[in-house]
């Protein structure tokens, strides 16, 4: 039975499960931590508390150019700031200081809850500068949902969803659980119109299929710049804002 877009539950679950399409998913998850680790022994980030949670921030080489958030993916349930430090070493080499923020995972918050952390972060690290955010996977959800609700020096989004309904329909129904108004609220491709520019998205042509269709839908409902990766899977285009033609328009 089509469940969505053509897919049975079957396809639909292993077009938003990453493992399917990407079977070197725990190198990658593993160089995420050595490469963070690396990242810390280099920079020494401050260890600051923001609410409940802590942030290592980065601090910036040369000419100062305000804050680059980023917020790190897993699902929405799993990570945190020790897998997430990787990029600081490529924009703190450009001028900006880098927040990586620890936050509650789901299934032991919700997601509206998630958010609401991720603001007061926001504000929280305002009076530093203009602020730079970008999001992975998850993250670029929870980013693209505070980029409908803030402004932002520049918002640069990878490999992200956009759009909850197919999520809601998937296995990740299980642990992320909305009601019907929740869930538009929080599909940053509705309130597309309220992201200000620059806007960037980016991912790879080796993603699940869904990953890809969320990332094209979105980048047409909001004219932003794409990037689009040869070759890259669903991991390693997290590292696209610290390389390539993402990073150099990041730091241009």
Known sequence: MTVWLGYDQAALDAAYDQRVWAPDMAEWL????????AARAALRPEILSYGPHLLDLYPAR????????HIHGG????????????????????????A???????????????VAELRDCVAWL?????????????????AAVLATEMAF????????????????????????????????????????ARIAPPLRLAWGTAESPEFIR???AMAAATGAETFVLPGVNHFGA?????????????TA
């Open 30 to 37: 593993a160089r995420y931590r050595a490469d963070t680790a």
């Open 62 to 69: 040369g000419t100062p150019r305000g804050i680059h958030l």
């Open 75 to 98: 699902a929405w349930r799993a990570q945190s700031r020790d897998d997430s430090g990787f990029l600081a070493p490529a924009l703190t080499a450009a001028g900006f200081a880098v």
């Open 100 to 114: 990586v923020p620890d936050f509650s995972l789901l299934p032991a918050r919700r997601l509206p809850d998630v």
């Open 126 to 142: 305002r009076p530093r500068g203009p602020i730079h955010l970008s999001g992975h996977s998850s993250g670029a959800h929870l």
């Open 153 to 192: 020096a520049s918002v640069t989004l990878v490999s992200g969803i956009y759009d909850l309904a197919p999520v809601l329909l998937s296995a990740r129904r299980h642990y992320v659980q909305l009601e019907a108004a929740e869930a538009a609220a929080l599909s940053p491709i509705r309130q597309a």
């Open 214 to 216: 969320q990332s094209e």
């Open 238 to 250: 997290a590292y696209a804002p610290a390389q390539g033609p993402l990073q150099a328009a990041l």
